[in-house]
């Protein structure tokens, strides 16, 4: 799958996507941040408060129980600002 | 009508309310609202908005979607830029049409309530001194203000019960005690 990073995420971790395949073993968008935060002090550093971070499926808001399969696109990003 | 542009480039809100009207004679009332960027007291440069394209359309058109089918909208625009904005740009634009104002003007609120909490945009402060600030803080007054909407719409009168205005304001109270910036998984 593909994964996008925006704002102080995607400065956080220094690239704004990139291609992952997270194991088996990891089935939801929680699994998925804890998987990430294990790959580096960067995604350490992002991802060190789960509970503030919004994800997006295949360009839709889903919660942190939300299953990853068949997920194209997974997007990660703080809580949004515009308006 | 329903028109959602994301946009680097400025907006003319005479010519965007000239298009939901232009050849109609059933509008009775057009609501607008603007958004600017303020220079918070001559501290701020300039706010960079950054967006996710493509789901910042979507989102808002679910947005849109969802209010055109609470009130009866004859049409309906959403216009939000990106890139670097100066104090005094303008940012976004939401306008709305309807045969009587209630449905315009309430609308135009839930849009605009619920494009601050769900469409994918983040703002960056550049400084006035020539350093590059923070990314701004979601705001919990801004998640109280979109929950008010949660409470089933008396669709078609469009008018809000008192009972709904003192839920509203015992929410305001709560969202703002658990926030800033934490406290929820999800907007959704």
Redesign the interface.
């Known amino acids: 799958m593909k994964a996008l990073y925006f704002a102080w995420v995607r400065e956080r971790i220094g690239r704004t996507e990139e291609a992952l395949t997270p194991p088996n073993t990891v089935r939801t968008v929680s699994d998925l941040i804890a998987w990430l935060a294990g790959r580096g002090e960067e995604y350490a550093y992002a991802f060190e408060n789960p509970r503030i971070i919004r994800t997006a499926i295949d360009r839709a808001h889903v919660k942190h129980d939300a299953p990853i399969a068949g997920a194209r696109e997974i997007a990660f990003f703080p809580p949004m600002t515009g308006g | 009508m329903r028109t959602i542009r994301v946009q680097t480039v400025d907006f003319d809100i005479e010519a965007e309310v000239g298009a939901l009207t232009r050849g109609r004679a059933d509008i009775g009332a057009v609501v607008t609202f603007t958004?600017l960027c303020r220079d918070e007291d001559g501290r701020l440069a300039a706010l960079e908005?950054?967006?996710?394209p493509?789901?910042?359309e979507?989102?808002i058109a679910?947005v849109a979607a969802e209010a055109e089918a609470r009130w009866p909208l004859l049409g309906l625009t959403v216009v939000?830029r990106s890139g670097r904005l100066e104090p005094g740009e303008q940012?976004?634009l939401v306008a709305t049409a309807s045969r009587h104002r209630e449905a315009a003007f309430e609308a135009a609120a839930f849009l605009?309530d619920y494009?601050?909490?769900?469409?994918?945009?983040?703002?960056?402060e550049h400084l006035a001194d020539g350093s590059c600030g923070e990314?701004?803080?979601?705001k919990g007054e801004?998640d109280a203000a979109a929950e008010r909407w949660a409470a089933p719409a008396s669709a078609g009168s469009g008018r809000t019960s008192s009972a709904e205005v003192a839920t509203f304001s015992r929410r305001r109270e709560k969202a703002a005690a658990k926030r800033p910036?934490?406290?929820?998984?999800?907007?959704?």
């Open positions: 958004g908005l950054e967006h996710y493509g789901m910042a979507a989102e679910r939000h940012i976004v605009m494009l601050k909490t769900r469409a994918p945009f983040w703002k960056k990314w701004v803080a979601a801004d910036d934490e406290g929820q998984t999800g907007p959704s």
